[in-house]
């Protein structure tokens, strides 16, 4: 692969015959003006969906499908060999047939045989097709050898039909393509986990117009689940209230109340591998709805709202977790920070707790933190001020030690 910068990162974009390829051209748009060199190799009926010419002006680079152009190069190794990524978007049924099987019967699936830098498929099909037990089990096999193969979003496919099937926004998944770089040969440790995270906050309703909340964004949360999916995990995040934009790859459940969010997470939490709690679930609700608006009778003093306490989501994890699940808390403090981190990691039986010092504009809605994660075992990781995305590594970094090795089948 010829490279005007030969520094930059290099990356194959395969693209199979779905008609959700004309969203990968603004992928690749952001791989190039970012720096990245791409070469696009599309199979030849992707080329029915998007031509050619549209793939060869955005990448700068000549495109082929097949092995038989330019064989002087030996185009068919030496594009996987020299990757640093292979990216598949979109991945039909029938690619991740082809790749799981190993079938090596056009440029794209040579590619794939002979790289061996981290490779990511983004399925996107019709939800029948996603949902058969033989895609399923290709999936799986893909999986099992290490490949990150992202959970398609949910959502208007594109007859009048509705389901998991669509290919994920091109921003998110330029956002998995540069975690998995950025990973480079540190690998795919989550693969074969399921992890959950919670993230936002929780409403809890006055009346039907009214709640009590609080000021999490979600960003942190999110960054979570961005950087599971990268790292291989099946990722389920329960998402309270938050105003941003899908993560690639994740399976979103959108809940509103702390009962809400208790319900989905105690139910994804069944068979997950590890759970991370950086919701601010609300400690509190109002004691009795009102079903009608609460008005303000004239002259008359309003009405003091009693409140009744909510269940501890992640106190209740500590208590009925599966053997060898790994539960993780975060702490919001703003005194004592430490010693209360401490007690609290305690008392909910966490193995990790992420403290934070917040005040009003020292967190929430910030896209960076600073935390101690305290462990359950006495240690202490300082993680200084930096990205969410940054904490969310380490986070991930010290669960995965303490995740106890996959058996072999
Ligand atoms: N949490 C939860 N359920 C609740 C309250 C909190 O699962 N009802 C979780 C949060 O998601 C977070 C952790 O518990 O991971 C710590 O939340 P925090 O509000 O700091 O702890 P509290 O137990 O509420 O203690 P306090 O507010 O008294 O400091």
Known sequence: MTSPNSAAPRVVLGVSAGIAAYKVCELLRRLTESGHDVTVVPTEDA??????????????????????????????????????????????????????????????????????????????????????????????TLRARGAVVIEPASGRLTGKDTGPGRLPDPAELFDVARHVLARGAAGRDLAGRHVVVSAGGTREAIDPVRFIGNRSSGLQGYALARTAVARGARVTLVAANVALPDPAGADIVAVGSAEDMRKAVLSAAADADAVVMAAAVADFRPAGYRGSKIKKAEGAEPEPIRLAKNPDILAELGETRRPGQVIVGFAAETDDVLANGRAKLARKRSD??????????????????????????????????????ALAEVVWDLVAARLEPLSPD
């Open 47 to 140: 080329l029915r969906f998007v031509g050619e010419p549209t793939w060869a002006a955005l990448s700068g680079h000549p495109v082929s499908t097949s092995v038989w152009d330019g064989v002087a190069g030996v185009p068919h190794v030496r594009l996987g060999q020299a990757a640093d990524l292979v990216f598949v978007a979109p991945a039909t049924a029938d690619l991740l047939a082809r790749a799981a099987q190993g079938l090596a019967d056009d440029l794209l699936t040579t590619t794939l045989l002979t790289a061996r830098c981290p490779v990511v498929f983004a399925p996107a099909m019709h939800t029948e097709m996603w949902e058969h037990p033989a895609t399923r089990a290709n999936v799986a």
């Open 352 to 389: 990790l707790l992420v403290v934070n010092q917040v005040g009003e504009e020292m967190t929430f809605g910030r896209p960076d933190n600073e935390a101690v994660v305290l462990g359950a075992d006495g240690s202490a990781t300082e993680v200084p001020r930096g990205a969410k995305e």
